[in-house]
């Protein structure tokens, strides 16, 4: 829907409210994934699209139609997608099931052209295609004003929800928020529910967080590509990764935390990659035996160090303070 925002005068909106959340791609302390980030392992393999309408309260306008569910499989573009229309879902499957990894388990695409213009989605997950399980999803965007096709907003203020990133970066989920939950098997995870959410701040057809905030996104956007847009989703832990990780490598790393200078302890033989958590390479080498990785200078945040032996690999997350 994100072609037709030109033919608007752009609006921005500023109010007291927290933001509270991981800021824009680019800014120390995103959680954005890159399309092209090294830890993506994977893409969806199946997606099955239910369109909700283009606009809730005219359903006489038909359903959103822009592009059709082979755009949402494979690798992220930012231009082939699948729009949802209003309260639309789709269903998505993979070729191996997502397991609960160190760190951020899978990341979805939106198609949104700047940092600001936020189209939202819920997000569920689910061990059988059955039972589905929702991210505990958080909007802090104010709600005094109803958000259009021309006005931005600010991704500080969302958490686990889909779309609170610009095309080419991934909004990131992590199974082990999910851990423990009745019915839910975090690490053989088969199916992923992406739920469009309708934006509306008027308690008619609006919806809420788990907070019990609502939730202000475009509203309406009655137009054939109208709703979330989903481009792609990554996989970063499946069970054959896991699999992989059980097959001899025993590496440490230690303290971790740490202010930049770690003690990596193997009795192998071992090549190593860093990255940050947009995929951005850091820096490369091998060890055996105790060895010292400086990381002293670099930014406080996650990271993640990938080992690979002939025969195996393992990734560790790197928590730098």
């Not at 082939?80 to 639309?88: E, I, R, T």
């Not at 709703?227 to 790393?253: C, K, M, Q, R, Y």
């Not at 951005?280 to 010292?292: D, H, N």
């Amino acid at each position: 829907m994100n072609r037709y925002l030109f033919f608007f005068s752009l609006t921005f909106s500023f109010c007291s409210w927290s933001q509270s959340f991981a800021p824009a791609p680019g800014n120390i302390g995103t959680t954005a994934i890159h399309s092209d980030s090294s830890i993506i392992i994977d893409w969806a393999s199946g997606v099955l699209v239910n369109r909700g309408p283009m606009n809730i309260l005219n359903p006489g306008l038909g359903l959103a139609n822009f592009g059709v569910e082979a755009d949402a499989i494979g690798f992220s573009t930012g231009v082939d997608v699948v729009s949802l229309g209003d309260g639309g879902d789709a269903i998505v499957t993979f070729n191996d099931a997502i397991t609960n990894g160190i760190g951020p388990d899978f990341a979805i695409f939106e198609n949104g052209f700047t940092d600001n213009y936020i189209e939202l989605a819920f997000v569920e997950v689910s061990s059988d295609g059955i039972n589905y399980i929702r991210f505990p999803g958080i909007s802090e965007t104010p709600t005094d004003v109803q958000s259009t096709n021309a006005t931005f907003t600010d991704c500080r203020y969302i958490h686990n929800l889909a779309g609170k990133y610009r095309s080419g970066y991934g909004t990131p989920f992590d199974l082990q928020e999910l851990s423990g939950v009745v019915g839910l098997d975090v690490n053989h995870i088969t199916h992923l529910k992406i739920i469009d959410v309708i934006g509306s701040v008027g308690p008619l057809v609006g919806t809420v967080d788990s907070q019990g905030n609502m939730i202000n996104d475009p509203f309406p956007t009655a137009f054939e590509s109208g709703g979330f847009d989903l481009d792609a989703v990554a996989v970063i832990h499946s069970a054959t990764e896991s699999l992989n990780e059980l097959t001899g490598i025993d590496v440490h790393v230690s303290p971790n935390p740490s202010d930049g200078m770690f003690t990596i302890n193997t009795d192998q033989q071992l090549n190593y990659s860093i990255v940050d958590l947009q995929g951005q390479f850091i820096l490369e080498g091998s060890t055996t035996g105790v060895s010292k990785l400086n990381l002293l200078g670099f930014e406080p945040g996650i990271y993640f160090i990938r080992f690979n032996s002939k025969l195996s690999m393992s990734s560790i997350r790197l928590i730098l303070k």
